[in-house]
C-alpha cells in the first residue's frame, strides 16, 4: 500500500478498514459497547464521528448485534471502521445475502462515504451487475493472477451488442462473421455479441437486409462473460441459440 508492505507492519494497516462478508462482532454486545470496544483498541477511532455516521446510517446504538440482521450488521460494521478515517476501505462481498432494499442501503452508504471522507475503497465480490453502479476501475483475478485491470468504461467498451431484425431469419453470412462471439433471437430479432466493434457492421446488415440494426448496453457482468469467452478460446468460442 503506497509502496510498502501490508503484512506485518501495524503503521500501514492502521490506515486499512476492513468490513468482512460475516462480521466478527461480539454478539452480546450493543453497538455503543462496540464502539466503546473498538475506542480502546484502534488508536484513531474517533467516538464522535462514530456517533454522527450511526445517526446517518440508521444505527441503533442500544441494539445489540444478535438482533440485527445481516443487512443492519454490515452497516454497524462499516460504520465502526468508518470513524476510523481509513485511507482504504476493504469490503468482502458485502451485499451478500442481503434483501433489495438492503443492497440500495449500503451502496448508498458507501457512496456518501467516499464523498465525505475522500477515502479509496476496494470491494471483493461476484455480483458485478452491483459494482458496475458505483465502480471506476475493475480487476479481474483469475487463478490468483490479474486477468484484466480496466476502468469501467474500458471493461464494458470490449464487447459490443447488436439488435438486429431480419424480417426473413438471418443469412448465413452472420454466422460467419469474424468478429462474432455469441448469437441468439426471439423470432426474427436476433441479439448479436461481437469480440470488438466493427464499424461496417451496421452497413453491412442492412446490405444483407436487416430492416433495424442498434447498439444496445453492454452491462460488467456481460461483458465478464464474453471475455472469459475470448481469454480461454483464443479466438473466441462462437455460441448459437
Known amino acids: 500500500m503506497n509502496g510498502e508492505q501490508v503484512y506485518n507492519n501495524p503503521a500501514v494497516k492502521a490506515g486499512i478498514g476492513y468490513v468482512a462478508d460475516t462480521n466478527q462482532m461480539f454478539r452480546g454486545y450493543s453497538m455503543k459497547k462496540m464502539a466503546d470496544f473498538y475506542s480502546k483498541i484502534f488508536p484513531d477511532f474517533s467516538m464522535e464521528d462514530f456517533y454522527s455516521y450511526a445517526k446517518l446510517f440508521e444505527i441503533g446504538l442500544e441494539k445489540k ?28 462481498e458485502p451485499t451478500a445475502g442481503l434483501d433489495a432494499i438492503a443492497k440500495k442501503e449500503l451502496l448508498d452508504c458507501l ?16 455480483h458485478l451487475g452491483e459494482l458496475e453502479k458505483i465502480c471506476d476501475n475493475i480487476t479481474v483475478l483469475r487463478d490468483g493472477r490479474v486477468a ?27 454466422y460467419e462473421w469474424e468478429a462474432l462471439c455469441h448469437i441468439s433471437n426471439v423470432g426474427s430479432v436476433y441479439t448479436v455479441i461481437l469480440k ?46
Open 65 to 92: 448485534v444478535k438482533q440485527m440482521s445481516k443487512g443492519q450488521q454490515m452497516r454497524a460494521s462499516f460504520v465502526l471502521n468508518l470513524a476510523r478515517h481509513p485511507k482504504v476501505m476493504i469490503l468482502d
Open 111 to 126: 457512496v456518501l462515504a467516499v464523498e465525505n471522507e475522500e477515502m479509496t475503497v476496494v470491494i471483493s465480490s461476484h
Open 148 to 174: 484484466i485491470e480496466d476502468t469501467l468504461d474500458e471493461v464494458t467498451g470490449q464487447i459490443v451488442k447488436y439488435q438486429v431484425v431480419f424480417p426473413e431469419g438471418a443469412p448465413k453470412e452472420l
Open 196 to 241: 470488438h466493434d466493427v464499424e461496417e457492421f451496421s452497413e453491412q446488415m442492412k446490405a444483407l437486409g436487416a430492416v433495424m440494426v442498434e447498439e444496445m448496453p453492454v452491462g460488467l457482468e456481460e461483458s465478464f462473460i464474453y471475455m472469459n469467452q475470448k481469454e480461454e478460446n483464443g479466438k473466441g468460442e462462437r455460441v448459437y441459440e
